[in-house]
């Protein structure tokens, strides 16, 4: 089929279909497969994309919010996006995925709000700088480091804080750095850079040297970059960092940036995870 | 009356009448108004006590996502706080807080998404420490800096970043830090921490040296602390410090951290607020 040999992997696992106003249907793709459901970014991007795609959007995104509350399964999906309240310049979104469940009626697998606006040209400061680092060709392409399918549409170039070798309990620090794009090549937007968001392993896994149970619980995204300066980063490479703060009873929150080659913040994003042991 | 004199404002300004399974009624006070609404702590601490009192509650607040769509007016409000998700550890919530419109119809004003989970034991690291500062008696309590009322409900007792005496656009840095507790003083719980999570004033004020109208459009706060360290940390003082991350075409993140007195991490919080000029 020439329509699969021609889009990209990204657009075909975010494509969406209205069934009507604000109701999409989406399904999984193997190339964002996680271990027991897809990769929870393609999830975030899938959300933004239905709201990109109704008919009143007003504005860009500007903060995006993703709980996943259960595994998303193999197959179709639903999304429903409303906007529940239009003002001048911004708009407020709450947003369910659901499937089918065991019983047959529909579960919520995923839930969502975002802040879309329209955004106007205003003083403006990057307080938190990207760090001077070499190039990504200084750094050798990661390893797939588990068995993913999602892992291999990034190309990934470990800067610090590689994925453990060992798992010896040795960790010192929950930092990690990247130079990452996607696979194959697709110029930067939205749905992508909400997806790139959640690239990082469990800090869990890097603090502790230890491979436990976890899995993002939610995710919350601000874009800074508008869609011009999307469009300038292009197909090039993004520096992404993130680094735990608190692990603490099951649950560790991590915070991340994520700039263009250029060094112009694109995105913030903290997550929540929930970890075991 | 007798109930008006014991209960604390916190208290009364949350306070919330069930009129059905999960929608519940309450009303804006006075001693949490900000300039043309409630303060956005209070509100967040109103959704969260939605969920607190509904009877399908399964575990503690694990995370906190409030969006503010729309200014609160005087007068009542409707919370509705539905459990769309229960598994067997963690809880998914979305809420929404309407109020009635111009034609009398009700307009949703806040969004809101949290989970809920029951906690467990497990291995925990601090990577983000708190800094070593002076205790709060070597600080003065801050004087009110602009005349809302909820800033009355603090004793504040700035350490570093205090509110700009001159707007003479001098501004260098966007950290702030203070001593803060509850006036009158009030045990912390959820709801408290969730008010606190929000009580800095804009950072591009302090980054600026420069007053702009400003205001949080979405915050989502993380709770590392449970109810035993909650109580643990009584009516004592928490150490609470933000900064700005990125000052862009209308809109600023805020990362942030809040500890008790003895240096353990209670919650951290990020923010995007609108900007202007």
């Known amino acids: 089929m020439t329509h699969q040999a021609t889009i990209h992997p990204l657009d075909e696992a975010i494509e969406l279909r209205e069934l009507d106003r604000g109701i999409y249907t989406g399904r999984t793709t193997r190339a964002y497969w996680n ?9 975030a991007a899938s959300m933004l994309q239905a709201i990109m795609l109704h008919p009143q959007l007003l504005g860009d995104p500007v903060s995006l919010t993703v709980n996943y509350a259960g595994a998303v399964t193999e197959g179709e999906f639903t ?5 529940v309240r239009t003002n001048r310049s911004t708009q407020h979104w709450m947003l369910t ?13 995923t839930t ?13 400061l990057s307080d938190v700088r990207m760090p001077e680092v070499p190039g990504p060709g ?25 994925f453990p070798q060992v798992w010896d309990d ?20 939205f749905m992508s850079l909400a997806a790139a968001s959640d690239l990082f392993f469990p800090r869990v896994w890097l603090r502790r040297a230890r491979r436990v149970p976890a899995g993002t ?37 991590q915070t991340a940036q994520l700039w263009n ?10 997550q929540i995870v929930y970890y075991k042991e």
Chains 1, 2 share one sequence.
Not at 218 to 236: E, M, P
Not at 261 to 270: E, F, K, R, V
């Open 261 to 270: 080659a250029d060094g112009l913040m694109l995105a913030t994003s903290n």
């Open 138 to 162: 200084n750094f050798e392409r990661a390893a797939p480091a588990f068995s993913s399918e999602w892992f291999n549409a990034y190309e990934m170039r470990p800067v610090s804080g590689n």
């Open 79 to 83: 999304i429903k996006a409303n906007p």
């Open 112 to 124: 969502a709000t975002a802040v879309t606006a329209v955004r106007r040209e205003t003083w403006g």
């Open 35 to 43: 271990m027991v459901g897809p990769f929870g970014g393609i999830t």
């Open 97 to 109: 995925l659901e499937q089918p469940g065991a019983d047959g009626a529909m579960v919520v697998a």
């Open 217 to 253: 619980v939610s995710i919350t995204t601000y874009f800074h970059a508008d869609r011009a300066q999307l469009q300038q980063t292009g197909t090039g490479y993004i520096f992404a960092q993130a680094s735990g703060q608190e692990f603490r009873n099951g649950f560790f929150d």
């Open 170 to 189: 040795s960790g010192d620090a929950s930092l990690s750095q990247v130079w990452v794009r996607d696979v194959p090549g697709r110029p930067l937007d």
